[in-house]
DNA sequence: TTGAAAGCGCTAACAG
DNA sequence: CTGTTAGCGCTTTCAA
């Protein structure tokens, strides 16, 4: 490793000097500029950014907590994220945290020793005492927490609503539910839903919903009870599109057609559902803006110490495919 | 943020105690040792990372660099890396390639001055020079270089033959192949794979071949047009699973019955191929043994300075699932 | 068994 | 416009 100090004999200057070259923040005469980055070229010098953090305590690193990568959605959203940093030369770091406090609480204490200067945090079971204690940046996504920690979220319960609503309008006559788990704000928000258009329905009973635990396996497993259970079922509106597919899939399995006899509509919006067959109809988050966003409100965290809170909600939107149809009269 | 002297000042005892202490490995009296543990906790007291990596040169920090996030091949594969890597209290981390050189190398550029301890590189675009003057550890991934850098590898060519062999087992007459992009090593061994078995065969024809580009849109394009121009073609090798999704359901939207009419199969053996409909056949890698094997690599090359190069090749396994089928004799 | 002190490589006052 | 110097927080000789 070439330092600071070698440049600094190379081109006859002063550490000083070199670093005012490297950060261009103060005036160097034209003709030791360039004898400095002479000097660099030839060393092929290349600064210590450890030295620097440890300096600034500021890493220039952000971190993306995520409780599944599995998930397909997750991997769009940290994308987005990656987009975002990069190009501010922040370096982007992706933690997979199995939805387990145990292991969040080990990555955010690791991070916080290395500086990490911010953190984005996706639905986790982090509490709000845990996240009022907070001293690193951080935006929580999928979650909104009554303190003063940024948000940006989805409107889970009115896209349930408009789903559920849409099954209806196709002519669906009975609706049943796959929900996420029930720990999980958004899994609990898009239920509420659900329930706000059918509770009142003469057909509705409460095994109606049945949990798939935003799970493929479990998903199937759940689908294939309810569908046996209840033949009677036309619509079904499924909690997230990992577990509309298996939806879509064990219908199938069963020798329901789809859309035909049972119309499908999920929720996410990710890339999977266009790869289904047939595809999957969905309320389809915008996953990209919602990671810039939240990339964007970090940054402005990290960089202005002004400690505005932002609490962002983005809209989800109705993307018709292949999985619901118009009934017939019959 | 508390520091080693407050500590030291508590205990009452020198910075370099504290330090004997915090990293065990020097003797300490007993209840000096008990004093700087209490101390230690009564300031909630936690060493900063960036200052002992400037001291040692070692940050802890493993990093995977992957060519695209959104292929759910590299999620199933970053799960092993992180397992084992935290496994050793190593921090990972996740870049995105996009297969563009120029990225990949600000990535190495950054994480070097990061003083990242090693790096895993799936199947870039990284060539031998630059390979050569790599200097920090790292693990190649499907790819082997003529240098000293360890890689993990499956037997590509070998499990073509295979999967398009028993195609012709199940008595497909004609097979066609959807490749890869012709720049990445793993997809033109498949592809001479499939060559190798149907090269000398009379009904073949260069335009069996056709490139998907590993990417599903391209893929369904591609299918499109071969089996609009080829409905003679009984079975289809394709060279991954993602366009392999993209395949069965193109053919199934050409009216195409899978796998009565025309039995697929691909490579990879990723979650996917298991929820497409009907499930995908699949000559499957062992993913996250890679994943594992890679890590372990990196780990021993980190901690024993010995250079030791290892190139380890694993074998695929036929996975048989619902998208190929024994003709009827007709 | 412990402490003093010299760095790891860089940046930012403060002088000049 | 440039150099001197004092750290950032930690680890590790070297002495005691």
């Known amino acids: 490793m070439t330092t600071i100090r070698e440049v600094a004999t190379l081109a006859e200057v002063s550490t000083a000097t070199v670093s005012r070259v490297l950060n261009n923040n103060s005036n160097v005469k034209a003709d030791t500029k360039k004898r400095v980055e002479d000097a ?6 290349h600064p210590n950014d450890v030295a620097r953090t440890l300096y600034k305590g500021q890493s220039k690193i952000i971190a993306l907590f995520v409780p599944d990568i599995m998930n397909p959605y997750y991997p769009e959203l940290a994308r987005a994220v990656e987009d975002v940093t990069n190009d501010q030369n922040y370096t982007f770091v992706l933690c997979n945290t199995d939805g387990d406090n145990q292991k969040e609480q ?4 690791a991070l916080k020793q290395k500086k990490v200067d911010g953190i984005i945090i ?13 001293t690193t940046p951080t935006v929580l996504l999928d979650r909104k927490i009554t303190s003063n920690i940024s948000s940006v979220t989805v409107n889970n ?7 559920v609503t849409f099954l209806k309008s196709l002519g669906c006559a009975k609706v049943a539910h796959i929900s996420g ?4 704000t958004n899994a609990r928000s898009r239920r509420d839903g659900y329930l706000d258009v059918v509770k009142n329905e003469k057909w509705f009973q409460q095994d109606y919903i049945v949990s798939g635990d935003y799970n493929f396996e479990a998903a199937q497993q759940a689908t294939k009870d309810l569908l046996t259970r209840h033949p009677e079922i036309e619509g079904l509106f499924v909690g997230n599109d990992l577990m509309g597919v ?7 399995d069963l020798g329901i ?16 559902g266009k790869t289904a067959i047939p595809s999957l109809t969905t309320m389809a988050q915008p996953i990209y803006d919602i990671g810039v966003c939240a990339a964007n409100i970090l940054l402005e965290q990290i960089n ?8 962002k909600e983005f809209s989800v939107e109705l993307i018709e495919r292949d999985s619901t149809k118009k009934r017939e009269r019959t």
Do not use: C, M, W
């Not at 660099?40 to 010098?45: A, G, P, S, T, V």
């Not at 298996?246 to 199938?252: I, P, R, S, V, Y």
């Open 304 to 311: 202005e110490k002004a400690t505005k809170t932002y609490h």
């Open 246 to 252: 298996a939806a879509l899939k064990t219908a199938q």
């Open 181 to 184: 788990p029930q720990q999980d």
């Open 257 to 272: 057609r789809v859309p035909e006899q049972l119309s499908i509509i999920a929720f996410d919006g990710i890339t999977l």
């Open 40 to 45: 660099i070229e030839r060393l092929n010098y």
């Open 157 to 163: 319960r009115e896209g349930a609503r408009e789903a």
């Open 122 to 134: 996706v639905s986790s079971t982090i509490t709000e005492e845990e996240a009022s204690a907070l």
């Open 106 to 109: 080990a990555y955010r204490k």
